[in-house]
């Protein structure tokens, strides 16, 4: 039962994580259930940034800092014509996107809302922050470039505004490289184990102590393994590569597994270890990342 209870604290946690993940746009992000990325050096623009072409688009990113054409709110973003006519242009978010689905690594779009100036006229702010390879965390971020794209549906005239920039942040800090979409693929095999073993956990877990040690370390081995095997994985590798590189992972995860039982002590300090890691990634991850 101690047990039990432990492991639903520490999921109830991973939950609320999430939820600050979710909520705070600038936080460390899982894209796409891919890549991670952190964008939060581009919230600390003060005022805020702005890009010229004929015409002003002035925006933000993690939070409103745009004063609106009439000064009375904050925006995230506002269009700024050629003859000095003020729009709205952006008031919240859409949504997170990669850039590239076919290279979940190489950037990310942040969409905000549309907003619609007349029941004819529609404007929107599209960001986009790519992957530049040869930039560093110390370099200093570059300015955006801005374009428009127009066009009419239903009798409604859209404007599409994008803001386009490439640096270091463009980058993923860290991906799940082939796990997931391994995972996704044989997702019914996963579920009925993990459901499996939740079961056996939750009501047995505390009469049989050591086959719970067992599965917790052999658990936290394989995943451990696998997020580093999976990464450095090619994407759109064979599946008799990705089948190898589980069954790899699996006999690492047994071994590990067995030596926990056998040395209770080591294994609960290697388990231990994997909790904390975990803990202080998800940490960073939800709140430390914002003020990095």
Known sequence: MKVSVILFILATTILQLNQAITINTCAS???????????????KKDPYWSATDGYEIDFS????KVNSCDNSTSLFGRYISSSDQCYPLAKEYSGISLFNSDKPTGGVNVTYKPVALSSSQVLQLIVTIKCDPDASATDTLPPFTISQDNFDSKNVSYYQFYATSSSYYGCSFYNLGELYQFMKDNKAIFVITFCVIGLFVCY????????TIFIMAALAAFFCLALLLYEITPLDSEQWVLWTVFILCLIASLAAGYFAVKLEKLGFFALGACLGVVGFLFLYTAILSGFV
Request: proline share 7%.
């Open 204 to 211: 047995f877990g505390l009469k049989a102590f050591k086959v």
């Open 61 to 64: 990113l993690c939070e409103p």
């Open 29 to 43: 992000m899982l894209v796409d259930e891919f890549a991670f990325y952190n964008i939060a050096p581009y919230g």
